[in-house]
C-alpha cells in the first residue's frame, strides 16, 4: 500500500507553516433558515460553523453568513460535478476556510502575494486528506464570488487524488472553470491571441507540467491554456471523463490517457482536435458556469445574517 504524505498548494507556491490553535468553543446557535452557523469567539478569533466548514477572521464578518453558506454551496455543487457518489456526504475533517480583511495580514499568515487573492492548502496521508484550509483575501466588494469557487476546487478535487498527485493542468484548468464565465472567457481569448502568434505551450509539456512556468506571462498562459483545455475536454458536460483523463495521465502517462480516455488516436490528434475547438468552440458557457450562477442567485435570495 503507498503511503504518500504531501502538502498541496494551490495558486501559490508559498508555504504556510505553523497553524491554528483549536480555541475553547462557546458558541451559540444563530436562526437561519437552511444550514445553521454556530460562532465563538476566542483569543482574537471569530469563529462560525457549518457541517463542512469553519470560518475563521480576526474581525467580525458581517457577511458571515453568506460566505459560510456560499462555501456550502459551492461544494455541493462540485462533489455533484466531479463527484457524484459523494455529494450528499459530510467531510469527516471540516474545511477551515481564513478571512483575511487586509492584504499584509494574508500575506503574512501565508505568504503568497496579495495578486493571488486565495491560497487552498492540504495534508493527505494514508489514501485521504487530514486537513483543509483556504486562506482568502477579503480586500474588495464581491471578493467571494470568484475566490471561493476556484479554492474549494482544489479542496473537492484532492479527495480524488489521493495516491497520485492531481496533475497542475487540471488542478487549475478545472478550477477556473467553476468560477464565472468571464474568467473562462478570458483565459480563452488569451489563448486566441498566443495560438495567432505560435506561442501555446506545446500539449505535452502542458500536461506534464508540475509546477508554474516562468516568467509570469507564461504562467498566466498556462492557467489560460489549462482551463481551455479542460472546457474542451468537458465540452458536452464531459466533466468526468475530463477528470479520468487527468487520473489516468497522472497514474500511467498521457499517452495511454488519451486512448482510454479520449476520442483520438493519440496525443498529436488530439491537439490538433483542441485547436479545431479553438477556431470553431460553441460559445455557450459549460455546465459548471451556469450552475454556479444559478447557485449564486438562489444564496442571495435566501440569505440571512447572523444576530
Ligand atoms: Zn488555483
Known sequence: MQNIARSLLACSLAFFAGGLQADQQTGTRCRCNTRCLSRSQSGGWFTYRSENFELRSRTVLSDADYIVRRCEETRSVLLATW??????????????????????AYSHQTGANAATKGVSSLEINDGRVWKRRVDLLADAPGWCDAVIPHELTHIVLADRFTAHQIPRWADEGFAILSESGNRLAESLHLVDISNRSGELIPLRDLLTAST????????????????????????????LLALRFAETGSEKGYDKATT????????????????????????????????????????LSTATMID
Open 83 to 104: 463527484m457524484p457518489p459523494f455529494a450528499d456526504k459530510a467531510w469527516v475533517t471540516q474545511c477551515t476556510v481564513v478571512v483575511h480583511t487586509s492584504a499584509g
Open 212 to 239: 508554474y512556468p516562468q516568467p509570469p506571462s507564461r504562467a498566466k498562459l498556462f492557467f489560460a491554456q489549462s482551463a481551455a483545455f479542460s472546457a474542451f475536454l468537458a465540452q458536452d458536460h464531459q466533466e
Open 260 to 299: 482510454d480516455c479520449a476520442a483520438a488516436t493519440d496525443l498529436e490528434d488530439l491537439d490538433a482536435q483542441f485547436h479545431v475547438w479553438l477556431r470553431q468552440r460553441d460559445v455557450e458557457a459549460p455546465k459548471l458556469v451556469k450552475q454556479n450562477a444559478d447557485r449564486r442567485e438562489a444564496i
